[in-house]
Structures are given as structure tokens and as C-alpha cells.
């Protein structure tokens, strides 16, 4: 006769597993990363007519055909093409995903009235075997993969050559105090979401600087760490103006926010207006234009 178990018939019993609960992912982990880049740091509205306005002030006439360097996912080549019938744009980047992403996201949905009038090509923005256009852009600092004075006055050349007779190049520039510093700077964007922009080196020899773009999301506080990461040279003003004069270009005029406030406030208020500016002073950052004329 076998002996009884001293265990109850409940323990011998085997266990039965709890099925875990599925975990949702975050915002951060389901967030689009570049939507969240052209929500935070593009303004092609703004940007359009600026050089619209400019462009016509100084050649007499609409510039009609774009050429975007660097331009990633072209939303700024599409939004152009949306404000005249008559206007073509090419955008030239080497990232093929970005493209990709730009033809689904922004070409697509733009319709075949505009898209059709946008090309994307995925090659170096030294590169010289396009067509000719009016205006060419350089946005977001972009330029500044270019580390040494001799890449960087090759793709002013390459620029140069690649523009009609009147043509104008057009870069976007930032600069003061705070941009040679180590920083983290923050503020909130549409989408529930803060932006993050942080300079984590600076070399005052090389000025070789590394930075980041995070997003942080409100609701579940996720962040969508280091998404994009910039290994630049800054380069200053004079320093752009010499390279562009030595490219070939004719003349190169710089312009600068218009601020409203009094000499000796704390803090002064952006108004969005841009003035063409011969000398300025220093401030602790400033964002710019430059435009370099044929």
C-alpha cells in the first residue's frame, strides 16, 4: 500500500501561469520623428516669402525655380511648389529613407498637381549635373557637415555654377554667445510634445560642435532620446562671406530678426521681421539669413 503524501492534492497540482499584460508603447516609441523635426524647426510659409520678397527686391522678378540642398524629406520643396503653378523645385539630398519618407508623406499627399512638379535626387549637393535654377537653399544649418574651408568653398563653387545668371543662394545661420557653449535648451511644440535641443561640446580651436534634437511627451513624460545628432563646424559670418566671394558670388548681405523693446530690457521680442543688416551687435543667439547674389 503506497504511502500518503504529506502534500495537500492542491500543491501537487501544477501552477497555472498568469498571461502578463501586454505593455502599450510609448509616445515616444510611437512617434514620428520627422514630423516632429518639421513641427519643430521648419517655417517654409514663412521661409517662402521672405525670399520671395527679397529675391524680386534685388533681380526685378519671382524666382520660380527651387533647388533645396540637404532637403531631407522636401517639405519645404513641396510647400514651395504649392504657392504658384509655375514653380518647380529639386531636392538633393543623400539620404535615401529620408527621400523615401518625403515622396510617401509630403509629395503623395500634396496631389499630382504638385508632386509632379517636385524631383528628388539622391546624390552629394556638389554635384553640378542639374539644370539650372533661381534660388538655392542651404536650410537648418545644414552646411555646416562641411568642416574645412576648402569642402565648404567647394559646394559655394558647385552652388554658384549651379544657378542662372541672377540667381541667389540663400543659407540659414546661427550664432552669439551661447551657441560656443555647452547648453540644453527646451520648448514646447504642437503634439503634446517639448522640444530639445542641446549642444553637448563646443572646441574653440576647431569649432567643432556636436548636437542634439530630443523630443519629450507630456502625457507619459517618455522622451525620444537623441533622435537626431549633428556633427558640425560652426562657422561665423566673415568666415561664410570670404568663402562665397572666393566661390564666385558678387555680393553677400546678411539679415537679422527685428526685436521690439527697449535699450537695457532683460528680454527682447522676436517680431519675425527680417532687415538687411551691415553691422549688428552681438547678442547671446541669434538665427540669420544670408544670401550670397550671382
Not at 501544477?14 to 508603447?25: E, I
Not at 539644370?131 to 563653387?157: G, H, I, P, W
Request: proline share 4%; glycine share 6%.
Amino acid at each position: 500500500m503506497p504511502k500518503k503524501s504529506s502534500k495537500s492534492p492542491a500543491a501537487k497540482a501544477p501552477k497555472k501561469k498568469t498571461a502578463k499584460k501586454a505593455t502599450r508603447p510609448t509616445l515616444a516609441q510611437r512617434a514620428d520623428k520627422h514630423q516632429l523635426y518639421q513641427w519643430s524647426v521648419q517655417s517654409p510659409g514663412v521661409d517662402i516669402e521672405f525670399f520671395t520678397e527679397e529675391f524680386t527686391r534685388h533681380r526685378g522678378r519671382k524666382p520660380l525655380r527651387l533647388r533645396e540642398d540637404f532637403c531631407g524629406t522636401a517639405h519645404f520643396s513641396t510647400e514651395w511648389c504649392k504657392t504658384d503653378p509655375q514653380r518647380t523645385a529639386l531636392g538633393v539630398d543623400l539620404d535615401g529613407p529620408t527621400l523615401a519618407y518625403g515622396r510617401q508623406h509630403n509629395l503623395e499627399p500634396a496631389g499630382p498637381a504638385v508632386a509632379n512638379r517636385v524631383k528628388l535626387a539622391q546624390a552629394d549637393v556638389r554635384e553640378t549635373r542639374f539644370a539650372k535654377v533661381d534660388l538655392t537653399l542651404a536650410m537648418n544649418f545644414s552646411y555646416c557637415v562641411f568642416k574645412t574651408r576648402d569642402e565648404l568653398q567647394t559646394y559655394f563653387a558647385a552652388a554658384c555654377k549651379g544657378l542662372v545668371r541672377d540667381g541667389i543662394l540663400a543659407l540659414e545661420v546661427y550664432g552669439g554667445t551661447e551657441s560656443m557653449s555647452t547648453l540644453t535648451e527646451e520648448r514646447d511644440i504642437r503634439g503634446g510634445a517639448t522640444y530639445i535641443w542641446e549642444q553637448e561640446k563646443f572646441s574653440p580651436i576647431t569649432h567643432h560642435t556636436l548636437c542634439h534634437i530630443s523630443w519629450r511627451f507630456k502625457k507619459d513624460k517618455s522622451v525620444l532620446h537623441r533622435a537626431f545628432t549633428y556633427d558640425w563646424r560652426l562657422w561665423t559670418l566673415p568666415e561664410l562671406r570670404e568663402l562665397m566671394l572666393t566661390a564666385g558670388f558678387k555680393s553677400v548681405k546678411f539679415y537679422f530678426e527685428r526685436v521690439d523693446g527697449d535699450e537695457g530690457d532683460e528680454f527682447l521680442t522676436g517680431t519675425g521681421e527680417f532687415i538687411e543688416h551691415d553691422e549688428v551687435d552681438n547678442q547671446e543667439a541669434f538665427l540669420a539669413y544670408v544670401l550670397a547674389l550671382k
